[in-house]
């Protein structure tokens, strides 16, 4: 295949609009710069907003723009999607599959004009005409899917036009706050992503979205949350109780987020065990982007006060496992 000879500016703002269509993440050219030289992406880390023209295959762009959905979190990994589907395939036949059978069976149903989407009545029909395993059928169609998310939107001249439902700028990330769509939730989950690969910009994202973010965490762990209202809330940035009945009495625990670059000393320490104490709840937890002081952790444990830090690399770990593509994390992790 040939090169593209086009500007600079051009292949930026095609990346752009490749990551945010697929992505729903909208970056700068300070982003894609940032990210490939941490990520060591060649064909970007050079670009530059200019009508100088430079080279670049087309696989190398896809590979490229592959590399940077990776790095924000979007994907597992950076492999095109006709080889995540080629191991699908090989590892269906290396379990007794047939995956030229579930390939025609599949291309039968999607042409047969009856399905606007592979749901439930569509995948039963595939497995009937197939008579291939229900769970290899799943995993082939699953494959397809991964492949689908994987392709190119405009490089290829695949559509013109693409309708989604917007993106997030990353900047606004460290900027400012950043409520979502969704009133059930507390951070968007692309921003979740983000920080599941970077977990060393924690310290630099805005204050309330790292209240944000402390408070998604214990949300998904089940619990009862009610978040601050930012400013003047008396140091109690997060409530938590067990469940919804339970918020009729005190809280379980009350949580200080600090995104902090400095350590946590014994001050705070004082003044958050007081609002702990003033509310009756059972116990505090100060959650901070740095670490906390040696002689802080001491005097909880002299005077046996029920307190916990959650520092920087267990906040990382936070993330990590709300990211969409979690694996399973050991508690030793």
């Not at 693409?162 to 951070?187: C, I, M, N, Q």
């Not at 002689?295 to 916990?308: A, G, I, N, Q």
Request: contains cysteine; glycine residues 8%; hydrophobic residues 35%.
């Amino acid at each position: 295949m040939g090169r593209i000879l086009a500007t600079h500016s051009y292949f930026l703002d095609l990346a752009s609009e490749e990551v945010a269509c697929s992505s729903g993440v909208l970056l700068t050219d300070n982003n894609i710069k940032r990210l490939s030289i941490r990520y060591d992406i060649d064909e970007f880390r050079h670009l530059e907003r200019t009508d100088r023209e430079t080279t670049m295959r087309p696989e190398e762009f896809e590979d490229a723009v592959l590399n940077i959905r990776t790095a924000i979190g979007n994907l597992p990994d950076s492999k095109m999607g006709q080889f995540v589907m080629l191991d699908a395939v090989r590892a269906l036949y290396e379990e007794g599959g047939d995956a030229i059978k579930i390939a025609e069976a599949y291309l039968a149903v999607s042409e047969s004009g009856k399905y606007t989407s592979v749901g439930k009545g569509a995948i039963e029909e595939i497995i009937a005409i197939s008579g291939q395993d229900p769970l290899h059928v799943l995993n082939f169609l699953k494959a397809v899917g991964e492949m689908q998310r994987r392709k190119m939107n405009f490089l290829y001249g695949r559509v013109r036009q693409k309708a989604w439902d917007g993106a997030v700028s990353l900047d606004r990330l460290f900027e400012g706050e950043h409520v979502p769509d969704d009133p059930t939730v507390y951070l968007d989950q692309r921003y979740i992503d983000y920080l599941a690969r970077n977990g060393e910009e924690m310290g630099r994202i805005h204050w309330r979205n790292f209240e944000r973010l402390t408070t998604e965490f214990f949300r998904r762990q089940g619990y009862e949350v009610d978040l601050g209202k930012g400013t003047r809330d008396g140091g109690v940035d997060v409530r938590v109780w067990t469940d919804k009945d339970s918020k009729t009495g005190p809280p379980l625990m009350l949580i200080q987020c600090k995104r902090y670059r400095d350590v946590v000393g014994i001050e705070t320490v004082k003044a958050f065990w007081s609002d702990v104490h003033f509310e009756g709840a059972e116990k505090g937890l100060i959650a901070n982007t740095s670490s906390v002081s040696r002689d802080s952790k001491k005097l909880c444990e002299v005077r046996k006060w029920p307190m916990s830090f959650a520092e920087a690399a267990e906040i990382q770990k936070w993330a990590r496992t709300m990211w969409r593509h979690a694996p399973a994390i050991r508690d030793d992790e």
